[in-house]
């Protein structure tokens, strides 16, 4: 079945260390996303790619990093600089970054800081 | 700045009543909205969408109404069901290649 898997499901991180979430699609999808969910907040945008070896900041990308080297995989960095890290994170990817084409989501990654 | 808002973070609704749910949006280039479900600890799903060509759209017990002039949409569910519950995202986007805009969301309650 295709979809977008997302690991580790939960991740527990001391404070200065770096920790990368995996997100891979077997979709064929051009574009991929993060977004971060906090209670309250909705899902805001981290990093999206509209294409292999592109990607663009979203609205709260202080902290993070990704690369999209494949089509298939675009991984995230939350680094030691990102002040706030414990959330919910999604990975989404859609056919092309044009606006009817829907989202289809991963299943999250929920990282704790302690 | 939030171009997506959906001002009421919670709504109750009896089983087999109607659930209707509300969103307000800034941007006047917004042309295409969309709906998503999301239950607890899994990504959101899409559920129903809508061009701004349009002022409603009907998919089984799920309806969306937009009203451009006062840059309001919402979704009606029709008999509400407790497999229902859960929250409610509403998204936006405009022409060209740029991301969805997404509201803060609303946890729908459908009590048996």
């Known amino acids: 079945d295709g979809g977008i898997t997302q690991s580790p499901k939960y991740l527990f991180r001391k404070e200065g260390q770096n920790v990368t979430l995996s997100c891979e699609q077997n979709?064929?999808?051009?574009?991929m996303y993060w977004y971060r969910q906090d209670p309250g907040q909705g899902l805001r945008l981290i990093y999206y790619?509209?294409?292999?070896?592109?990607?663009q900041k979203g609205d709260i990308a202080e902290g993070y990093s990704v690369s999209r080297e494949k089509k298939e995989s675009f991984p995230l960095t939350v680094t030691s600089a990102q002040k706030n890290p414990t959330a919910f994170y999604l990975c989404?990817?859609?056919?092309?970054?044009?606006?009817?084409?829907?989202?289809?989501f991963g299943a999250g990654s929920r990282l704790t800081v302690l | 700045d939030q171009q997506v808002k959906q001002n009421s973070p919670s709504l109750s609704v009896q089983e087999g009543r109607i659930s209707i749910l509300n969103c307000d949006y800034t941007?006047?280039?917004?042309?295409?909205f969309l709906w998503y479900k999301k239950y607890p600890a899994e990504g959101p799903t899409f559920l129903i969408s809508?061009?701004?060509?349009?002022d409603k759209n009907e998919d089984g017990r799920f309806t969306v109404f937009l009203n451009k002039s006062a840059k309001h949409l919402s979704l009606h569910i029709v008999p509400s069901q407790p497999g229902d519950s859960a929250v409610y995202f509403c998204?936006?986007?405009?022409?060209?290649?740029?991301?969805?805009?997404f509201g803060k969301g609303t946890r729908l309650s459908v009590i048996a």
């Open positions: 989404a990817s859609s056919i092309s970054l044009w606006r009817a084409n829907v989202l289809t």
């Open positions: 979709l064929n999808h051009d574009a």
């Open positions: 790619s509209q294409i292999v070896n592109d990607f």
């Open positions: 941007n006047s280039m917004f042309d295409y």
């Open positions: 809508i061009s701004s060509i349009k």
């Open positions: 998204a936006a986007s405009a022409m060209g290649n740029t991301p969805l805009v």
